[in-house]
């Protein structure tokens, strides 16, 4: 009996398709890249590429770039809590790292002031070094 190919990729298969594209390319990708990215891999349709995208911030294998409405591929697998990203405005790099201490404070000021967070989302605009080299010369 010929076997037959699958129509859909399983969950897991669509999460790794995505993570590997971002971690590709290295970059912020929209929702709508990674679907150019994927087309030809069978993965096109934007609610599934939603879905996986939400598992996969779920599950801290990626994060969402607010200001950029694009994603990019966790380097630190397994980090509990707020991530902070420099995001290069002239090559679009981006950079992850972890300041437990400036959230916990920005936590503590917040309460302060009464409000509860539910979300944190820090992102710093700028420029990496290699473009700022290039600006000053
Ligand atoms: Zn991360
Ligand atoms: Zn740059």
Redo the contacts with the bound molecule.
Sequence with gaps: MPKKLPKRRSAPDQDKLIVDALRDVGKPLSAYEIIDHLKEKGLSAPPTVYRALNRLIEDGLAHRLESLNAFVACRHPHHKGTAAFAI?D????VREFHEAESVRRLDAAAVEAGFTVKEMTIELRG??K??EVTVAR
């Design positions: 290069c002239g090559c679009g790099l420029r990496c290699d473009c």
